[in-house]
């Protein structure tokens, strides 16, 4: 049997040591060598990217800008609820004293008027009766002045103008 030099096992073996020798010599060099740093040969830039370098520094402070009005939307909100809940708090008892009293001078008013037999009797029992109502309602609106102010909720922030991106220029039309 003659003996080619092309066979398979020759490729296989050709193969397998080609593979070998180029996997030996990346192997062997770890740490590349020194090189030297380019220049600052770097191209000019052209218009369209000047403008899109200022649109990205322009749309990041705006998204800066942004995000911290809402953390102090946000935060100013939380005071805002906090010192509603304390006026409201404080409120409450000023209401149910005033309710407490409208319905102690109606109950009078209602007993007395179920025990009164003249028209001036019963007109003098519902004068006394408002008499009473616009004495409340001066000790509770009082009462209310003295505890200041309601809180007002803090006004949303505008976000402001959105940067516009520049327009990428077209390439102009081949004269032919």
């Known amino acids: 049997m003659k003996s080619t030099f092309l066979n398979s096992r020759n490729v296989a073996l050709l193969v397998a040591a080609g593979l070998l020798a180029g996997t030996g010599t ?9 090189t030297a740093s380019p ?3 770097t191209k000019p830039q052209s218009e369209y990217q000047k403008a899109r370098e200022a649109f990205k520094a322009s749309l990041d402070a705006y998204i800066a800008n942004r ?5 102090q939307y946000k935060a100013a909100h939380e ?22 009293e409208l319905a102690s001078a109606k109950s009078v008013r209602d007993a007395a008027l179920a025990l ?3 028209a001036e ?5 519902t004068t006394t009766y408002k008499a009473a109502v616009a004495a409340a309602t001066l000790k509770r609106d009082a009462a209310i002045a003295a505890l200041g102010l ?4 803090p006004a949303k922030p505008t976000a402001g103008v959105r940067p516009t991106p520049p327009v990428k220029p077209t390439k102009a039309p081949k004269a032919s």
């Open 26 to 34: 990346a192997i062997a060099d770890e740490t590349p060598a020194p």
């Open 39 to 41: 220049t600052a040969s």
């Open 67 to 71: 995000k911290s009005s809402q953390t």
């Open 79 to 100: 005071a805002f609820s906090i010192a509603k809940k304390a006026f409201n708090d404080a409120r409450k008892p000023i209401q149910e004293a005033f309710k407490s």
């Open 116 to 118: 009164a037999t003249t």
């Open 121 to 125: 009797a019963k007109l003098s029992i």
């Open 150 to 153: 309601a809180p007002v909720a």
